[in-house]
């Protein structure tokens, strides 16, 4: 399967080092099979650090028998606990080597805030999610793995437009 990460440089060797703690499935190397979003990624990127938009592709073996996987196909209770605990610095991530599911970007963060802070119900917030932009995101947070099943094919700058 072709991925895409974006980002403001050139993503040979992901490092997870470099990876943030407060995010949807927690720190790791985050990309997408859909390239529109990965290029939105790094525009967004450019914007706020500076520089290039770069989009980075890989080749994803999507072999990940012996990898402890987590796949939410859909935005559920399930997964919405499980970001909203990444977000608020607990560990779920711990347990898997990829995490697979929707991206909780900003509109679809305002629901989460909403149903962090009691005020929306689980179904209340899941309605509004269905009707944000579909969102694809593949964490890989095991330097293994990525070693094992990602492999660098190349990259490209996106206009800042």
């Given at each position: 399967m072709t991925v895409f990460h974006g980002s403001v440089c050139e993503v040979r060797c992901p490092d997870l080092s470099r990876s943030k703690r407060y995010i949807d499935f927690g720190p790791g190397f985050y990309v997408t099979d859909i390239?529109?979003?990965?290029?939105?990624?790094?525009?967004?990127?450019?914007?706020?650090?500076?520089?290039?938009?770069?989009?980075?592709?890989?080749?994803?073996?999507?072999?990940?028998?012996?990898?402890?996987?987590?796949?939410?196909?859909?935005?559920?209770?399930?997964?919405?606990?499980?970001?909203?605990?990444?977000?608020?610095?607990?560990?779920?991530?711990?347990?898997?080597d990829i995490i697979s599911g929707k991206v909780a970007n900003d509109r679809v963060f305002q629901a989460i805030d909403m149903y962090r802070r009691g005020i929306w119900d689980e179904n209340r917030t899941l309605q509004e999610i269905i009707y944000y932009e579909d969102s694809s995101q593949i964490a890989i947070n095991n330097a293994e793995a990525i070693s094992a099943l990602l492999t660098f094919t190349g990259s490209y700058e996106v206009n800042n437009d």
């Open positions: 390239q529109r979003q990965a290029e939105r990624w790094a525009r967004r990127k450019a914007a706020r650090f500076g520089g290039k938009a770069i989009v980075s592709t890989y080749s994803l073996n999507e072999d990940w028998l012996g990898y402890r996987v987590k796949t939410f196909p859909e935005a559920s209770k399930e997964w919405l606990d499980f970001v909203c605990d990444c977000r608020n610095g607990l560990t779920p991530y711990l347990s898997y």
